[in-house]
């Protein structure tokens, strides 16, 4: 069964785009393509939930919120 997960992705100054899972601490990559960064990111998915299966449950995002200071 397939698990679904939210991948936050940006663009740094360079033109890298950038992905991160917040589900999965430590999980993230970069390309400079999209197409290639989705097949990085569910790449890093992958190895990450073999390691986090040996150490800690999943935790679940529940948002992401801009907050102006």
């Known amino acids: ?39 990085r990111i569910k790449e890093a998915i992958q190895l990450c939930l073999e390691v986090e299966k040996k150490k800690h449950p999943l935790t679940h995002l529940v948002g992401v919120q801009k907050i102006a200071v």
């Open 1 to 39: 069964m397939a698990k679904e997960f939210t991948v936050i992705i940006e663009k740094d100054e360079e033109g890298y785009f950038i992905a991160e899972v917040p589900e999965l601490k430590g999980c993230h990559t970069q390309a400079k393509s999209l197409d290639t960064l989705m097949e």
